[in-house]
């Protein structure tokens, strides 16, 4: 009952994000898309991550395979994003199997270190070994001359776009002015927005199943599972598939919605991005991840495009020593410096809120419920 | 134990304060309702600019933003104008782009395709950019091209020197001021050939990746087609800091010519290494051992320091040239930030002039009609002698310059010794040139479809 509410209140929020975002700035569809995509990728990431405790740091490969895969499909057979997603998914899920298969022998330490050299395998050789395949450091794109057999001739020199039987990715279908803000509700966001629903969906489903118990048992402590005669390796292979599929599907999503598949998707930075996403939003929770995944994102997009000009305008107020005293001050932490930033607020969460951000909103409504003082009471007596 | 108190005076801070947080990050809202993308309504003009702030090209980027706040000064009518007084074109009176005050936004490329392309997005969707300019790689200029002409944008392309740029790659609303590999090799090659001979045996190091290849390419057939002998052509991977084990081999493959086709923090690591195995004082087939750097900037001539002295290259544009358009561009530059630009920022700046006369010319930011106005626009005062902007495949034709690292520099910019400014008929192809085919530019696209 509780996990159907959860899922409700979810839903609602992500169906209105364009309007909720509106405020921050951050409601416009591009930046919104990629809210929904990390997020898949950060839930997948954390049924492995979250429930048996196995760091792997080459995600980016699975998400990287899907991408590869969703613009073949694009450029071969049709524009329609269906059979895009349906290969993405399973190549990625394929992929997974072989490379977990392998890593999967080792824990801990080198699982990760496994994982993280073939990440790095899987980039090189897609930048620059298997360019026929992945056009290399330029990246994969549509171009005019692909067959697209399932397709009809396109308007002569001009690219089709991804659609989902018609209805248009990049089309923004409502354009009201609500409070003043210019709202843009757009068909690839409400794509993402109902896969990140189910995906979701589907996440509880394994938390709450005796297979999510059994990931769960295996993070505590898989030695004595081992010992009282349970075989643990095909429920973390199983756990590593699912979470690369995931991965696979914001790869195919994130293809889908913008039609270029580049080496740099499949770099360890992006693996360890996502590692921070869901460490940030609080690993092992539900909602954490998508958590984790929108704060890095819309602080990704916005610190980084502030620059002088616009710290000009927000601190012109005062007297004009004060306003270019300021905008000294704040510069360095904001367009080039959003790295900074992003690393400063991390280091914060991480020592006050060692459960991430769902801890920090756990600790909130505990001090607004007044929990604290009654278990305080509890304690004294 | 905290005790959260509430009365009036605490819910009105703290919903200041939220509210204060909530609207701190908003920064504009796109206007709708338009007959192409981001049409213009109100009395500004909003242009984006994106640049590598972090990563390997960041100093290239720093420089590149520099010129474009320098572009936007004297587009308002603010500074000395700069290279606005010597453009042969005088539809520019500094009053903004059609009587609109130009704005800017900027975004970090971080040298990726992803990230451009995701900071284009958001200065598109959001900010009502109605251009996109700036990259300095050709993978990410290639990327973002192609997000324009989806958006329906005009792209303006910084620093980018593949010929994939504007060859199989070429889009409709994308387009090149820079040169490429293809105009290096045209004008490198009858300097090499007069100074070093006709029968030298050359051995290459490439960086592996698409700029890397084409420039290899363009470079091994012009000098070929000289008499030269391509001895061995070795790739490099891009990430390689340490080039020691390529450079050895070089010493007994019986070449006596080291090309490096390698640009950036590649290209000083590897002429560093390159001298260190005493290439430049060698002896081989009885001639003197040379090395040839087919794209060279200043800025990598600063990094290389003593090693660059003597060798040769090919660049877009140097600030000791003496022309009316370079030396007003050169005094405004040094004037506003106290020393001279980099050819990456001279690019940039010209695109951003180029841009605003061509929308002055077509009377509106209609990305067809701009395109339509840069194609087959002929000029001039702007640094490089007569340039066309050829209709067939948007990219610049004008002059080369070869140049050659000084052996007795005066300062710290004064690097680089200009040889021969090989003329534009030199350095022209024909737009199904082999290195250029396979591409097409396909339909102007407004956004309006």
Known sequence: MKDRLTLLLFAAVV?????????????????????????????????LFGLTGYLSFGHAAFLGVGSYAAMWMFKLLTMNIIPALLLSVIVAGLFSLLIGYVSLRRSGIYFSILTLAFAQMSYNLAYSVLTPLTNGETGLQLRLDDPRILDGAS????????????FDMKEVFWNPNILGYDLQFNWGYYVCAVLLILSFWISIRIFRSPFGLMLRAIKTNQTRLNYTGVNSRPYTLAAFVISGMFAGLAGGLLATMDPLAGAERMQWTVGGEVVLMVVLGGSGTLIGPVLGAV????????????????????????????????????????????????????????????????????????????????AAKAEAA | ??????????????????????????????SSAAAYTNE?????????????????????????????????????????????????SKELKGNGILGKKVEYVTGDTQTKSDAARASAQSMIQKDGAVMITGGSSSGVAIAVQGLCQEAGIIFMAGLTHSNDTTGKDKKANGFRHFFNGYMSAAALAPVLADRY??????????????WGWTQQASIAAATEAKGWETVANVLTPLTTTDFSSYVAPVINSGADVLVLNHYGGNMINSLTSAVQFGL?????????????????????????????????????WHWSLQDEGSKAFVKSFGEEYGFPPSQAAHTVYCQTLLYADACERAGTFNPCGVAEALEGFKFSGLGNGDVEYRADDHQ???????????????????????????????????PDNEFFAGGSLGQCNDGSA
């Open chain 2, 197 to 210: 001979g006709t029968d030298r045996k050359a051995y290459h190091l490439t960086a592996d990746y698409t």
């Open chain 2, 396 to 430: 610049c034709f004008k002059d080369v310059l070869v140049v050659q690292g000084k052996e007795n520099p005066t300062s710290e910019f004064d690097l680089l010794e200009v040889v021969e400014v090989t003329p534009r008929a030199q350095v022209e192809y024909a």
């Open chain 1, 295 to 374: 704060f890095i994102r819309y602080f990704n997009s916005v610190l980084s495009q502030i620059n002088e000009q616009t710290l000009h305008g927000w601190f012109s107020f005062g007297p004009d020593w004060l306003t270019n005293g300021l905008v000294v001050i704040v510069e360095p932490f904001v367009g080039k410096g959003w790295e900074l930033t992003l690393g400063a607020l991390f280091m914060i969460v991480v020592i006050f809120l060692p459960g991430g951000l769902v801890d920090g909103a756990r600790r909130i409504g505990r001090t607004l419920t007044g929990a604290n003082r009654r």
């Open chain 2, 280 to 316: 430049k004082d060698k002896m081989v087939n009885g001639k003197k051992f040379e090395i040839v750097v087919p794209l060279y900037s200043r800025l990598m001539a600063k990094g290389a320091g003593e090693n660059v002295k003597g060798i040769f290259g090919s660049t877009n």
């Open chain 1, 15 to 47: 169906l209105a994000a364009p309007l909720l975002f509106a405020p921050t700035g951050a409601a416009y569809p591009d930046l919104l898309q990629r809210f929904a995509i990390y997020g898949i990728f950060a839930i997948g990431f954390n049924i």
């Open chain 1, 155 to 166: 308007e002569a020199g001009t690219l089709p776009s991804t659609n989902l039987f018609g």
């Open chain 2, 40 to 88: 213009p309504t109100g009395g500004t003009v909003t242009l984006g600019f994106n640049v590598p702030q972090t990563g390997a090209y960041a100093d290239e980027g720093a420089d590149e933003l520099r010129a474009y706040m320098l572009a936007v000064k004297h587009l308002n009518g603010e500074g000395d104008g700069g290279m606005m007084n010597t453009f042969s």
């Open chain 2, 1 to 30: 134990m905290s005790k959260l108190i509430m009365n009036r005076r605490g819910v009105l801070k703290s919903g200041a304060v939220l509210g204060a947080g909530v609207a701190l990050p908003t920064i504009f809202t796109a």
